[in-house]
């Protein structure tokens, strides 16, 4: 049984007991993984409230909103990144344990928005490696929801982390947006989303 | 093309040098300023040097940091728990709007400027397609419809903001349950705009002209659903906080400003009522029809956070009454301008006339002309008096657009409110002073 | 209304022998006044400035100072709204005061030339100006003579140029939009 283990648990080239071991830290990482708080303009308003009583992320195990860094598992970047806040931004990153996850909210974090100009970063991929894009200015809720429910399925079906080896950064999902859907949507993994 | 290892995780160089270096003019400069303290009393309190052994300590808090304001960075001079001094520091959501301005036209202009103050975006359009009219000349032949439609859906923002601030304002505290209580009100208030407006956020709905659509069906029994819902709902917020005694401890005295300091400082808004100057521009200076609705405007008496709290929870009060008296009085016609140079036409139009096709393809590609000069304009927002002053010089862009910010000049009130607090008094009076960082950087 | 007690410029000497004489400009608190869109605007001198809001804050009652804001007119293509005697110059620094007792507003522009980008800081009339004089000074590159803490509020520090000038660029990344292939 090789086992790599600078890259942790997924170095190990599983057997029986081991990938079910895999799957069991899998599954309880993206149950609980927590966000850092790093809500910076208007979509840090549609973070909280998907954080309140209509929306509810506490059933996706993530109501509560970490401060320190240290503590958290994904950082949603909520809002335009400015060219002051990009290297505080890197830093925030980078105090975050391993295994951690970025999510990229809204237009403006994705790719600078309608604010094309001298004053913000144009895509915070730029700064930190990301893993799910989500698009809307800003993104509600519910999109919001879906982007998360995207990396969770990602993240125990192993998926984000192939990407990752893929692209050398981030998993670099791109989700639709699900703002005023009449119906519920399910989220699979396999197949078109 | 990532030039993360060029650029440094140093925040910059925006220093805060300790008190004990101050010179008798730079006190005199930051205490005296508002207080008009005399050069001798000055020099008297450049020699009261604190003691050798007690060492001070500069923190710095922020820019990220879980009080829900933003990215606000407060660098604090600290003796044990106690604020000596502090600067706030921004510029960290600077995001060129007002660059960004000059290259849209003025139909596009609304878009950008909603996102300054987001958590009030109506107030943004409105104060931009005010002046944008005014340059125009066509300020007075706005349809009445179209006047009460923008007061009415101001005043649901005005409510929605008002609950975001007592929703953070009590998690800052500790309330927990009046985050969820708050935006469980929002939410229904933004689902209205929603219904109206076709947006949570950001809604690009007051235009130079009137207002984007019409009034949906139904919208009055929305609207009095909103309104039956949330008024028991405050009451229980004030058995929650409002007489609650740990509540008022927290609040009750902490970061105090008088009357002088606050006019001296350019404070508007709730921090300027609440020291008991009764300044509203909705009253003092009427603008839409303000003039003929029937509110009050809420002032406080001391100057503490306490005053701040009251008065927006009251204004949501007022607010309310506001909505319900449009709700009567909102007249029937046209919802925006009927003049086809400014507004765009009928989409239906588009397929019969050429006329309005050639209008539609003007005003959305290349904007419609506003003759030159310039002009300021003026709101009450949430936060205080918002401000637009464009510059135009005849194109179809604006030359220089400016947008006097509230909260950006009262976080200037800051190091006063926090001096000789303790670090859990500056939560609280950040809190209060509700800056939304987005109309603060720009 | 013209004022024709004071000292004004020229036109006092031509009004003699000229039949159709160019009225008195008008002046209010001392210093040229013009309207736009019927709001009053002051013009005085760089060295005018804080005496004057001085005397408005004292005598006058307009104790507020609301804005403080400049405009680079480098590339302004309509001729300038500026009273005669006044000479245009790049950038025009636009103080906005307000009085409580009367609801009465004011704005007051002071051209400031491009060789010599100074002006006199209010801050000591106004302590309110302090942060909108640092975001001109950052923005336009106006340098406010006095000012307590002359740093730049807005960009970060280590930033070259001034934004909101018109010969800085907006600082686009040209983008070609494409169809989004695979859109989850």
């Known amino acids: 049984m090789g086992w790599d283990v600078s890259k942790g648990l997924e170095g190990l080239d599983h057997n029986a007991i081991t990938g079910r071991l895999e799957d069991v830290v899998r599954w309880a990482r993206r149950r609980s993984s927590w966000p850092a708080t790093f809500g910076l303009a208007c979509c840090a308003l549609e973070m909280m409230g998907a954080g309140g009583a209509h929306y509810d992320l506490a059933r996706f195990g993530m109501e509560v909103f970490r401060a320190s860094p240290r503590q958290a598992d994904i950082m949603i970047v909520a809002g335009r990144v400015s060219q002051k806040m990009a290297p505080v931004l890197r830093q925030i990153h980078d105090q975050m344990m391993e295994p951690k996850w970025v999510i990229s909210m809204g237009v403006c974090a994705s790719s600078g928005g309608m604010f094309n100009n001298y004053a913000l970063v144009q895509g915070v991929d730029q700064i930190v490696p990301v893993d799910v894009y989500a698009p809307g200015c800003p993104p509600g809720p519910e999109t919001l929801i879906h982007a998360i429910n995207t990396l969770h399925e990602e993240i125990a079906s192993g998926e984000v982390l192939r990407r990752r080896q893929q692209t050398g950064a981030g998993a670099g999902i791109h989700v639709g947006q699900r703002d005023g859907q009449p119906e519920p949507q399910a989220v699979s993994v396999a197949g078109k989303r | ?442 | 209304m013209p004022d024709t007690s004071n000292d004004a410029g020229p036109d006092a000497a031509e009004a003699d022998g000229d039949e159709a004489a160019a009225p008195e400009p008008e002046r209010r608190y001392g210093v040229l006044v013009s309207h736009s869109r019927g709001q009053a605007v002051l013009h005085p001198s760089r060295d005018e400035l804080v005496a004057l809001v001085r005397d408005l804050r004292d005598d006058e009652g307009f104790r507020v100072c609301v804005d403080v804001t400049a405009v680079d007119y480098k590339a302004y293509g309509s001729p300038r709204d500026l009273p005669p005697g006044i000479e245009p110059e790049r950038f025009e620094v636009v103080v906005g005061l307000l009085s409580h007792a009367t609801a009465e507003r004011l704005r007051i522009r002071v051209q400031v030339p491009e060789s010599d980008p100074t002006c006199p800081s209010l801050f000591d009339v106004h302590p309110g100006v302090e942060a909108l004089e640092r975001e001109v000074s950052d923005m336009f590159g106006v340098v406010f003579e006095d000012h307590p803490d002359p740093t730049r509020i807005l960009m970060p520090e280590d930033w070259e140029g001034h934004p909101l000038r018109k010969d800085h660029p907006t600082g686009e990344i040209p983008v070609q939009f494409k169809g989004v292939q695979n859109a989850r």
């Open chain 2, 1 to 442: 093309m990532s030039n993360v290892h060029a650029m440094g995780t140093d925040e910059g160089t925006q220093e805060m040098g300790p008190r004990r270096g101050a010179g008798a003019r730079e006190l005199m400069r930051e205490l005296g300023c508002v207080l008009r303290m005399s050069e001798a009393d000055a020099a008297a309190l450049a020699d009261q040097e604190p003691e050798e052994d007690e060492e001070t300590t500069i923190l710095n808090m922020g820019p990220q940091h879980p009080s829900t304001h933003g990215v606000l960075r407060l660098m604090l001079e600290l003796e044990g728990e106690t604020v000596l001094r502090s600067k706030p520091i921004i510029g960290y959501l600077h995001t060129g709007m007002e660059k960004t301005g000059e290259n849209l036209t003025y139909l596009q202009g609304p878009t950008n400027v909603t996102r300054m103050d987001y958590a009030a975006p109506l107030f943004n359009e409105l104060v931009f397609s005010l002046s944008t009219e005014t340059l125009l000349g066509i300020d007075e032949d706005i349809p009445p419809r179209a006047q009460w439609i923008r007061m009415l859906l101001c005043e649901l923002n005005r409510m929605s903001s008002h609950l975001l601030f007592l929703a953070t304002n009590g998690l800052d505290l500790g309330a927990v349950s009046m985050m969820i209580f708050g935006w469980r009100e929002r939410e229904e208030t933004l689902r209205l705009l929603e219904m109206i407006t076709g947006l949570r956020m950001n809604h690009n709905f007051i235009r130079p002209g009137g207002v984007a659509a019409d009034l949906p069906d139904g919208w009055r029994d929305a609207v009095l659903r909103v309104l039956d819902l949330v008024a028991p709902r405050l009451e229980e917020y004030d058995v929650l906080m409002t007489g609650q005694p740990i509540w008022r401890e927290r609040l009750q005295g902490v970061g105090v400003i008088t009357p002088d300091e606050a006019i001296a400082l350019g404070a508007t808004g709730p921090i300027l009522r609440s020291t008991g100057v009764a300044w509203d521009l909705r009253k003092a200076d009427p603008y839409l029809f303000y003039d003929q609705l029937d509110f009050g405007v809420v002032v406080g008496s001391y100057g503490d956070c306490f005053d701040r709290y009251a008065i927006r929870l009251n204004e949501v009060r007022e607010s309310m009454g506001i909505v319900r008296q449009i709700l009567d009085a909102m007249p029937a016609g046209d919802y925006r301008i009927q003049d086809r140079k400014v507004t765009p036409p009928p989409r239906g139009r588009i397929d019969e006339s050429m006329e309005a096709l050639i209008h539609h393809f003007k005003i959305f590609t290349e904007g419609f002309k506003v003759p030159a000069g310039e002009v300021y304009r003026a709101v009450e927002s949430p936060r205080g008096e918002l401000g637009c002053y464009i510059v135009s010089d005849g194109s179809s862009k604006p030359y220089r657009m400016h947008i006097r910010g509230p909260s950006f000049v009262n976080l200037q009130t800051l190091p006063h409110m926090l001096r000789g607090g303790l670090i859990a008094d500056a939560v609280a009076v950040i809190s209060s002073a509700d800056p939304i960082m987005g109309e603060v950087d720009r």
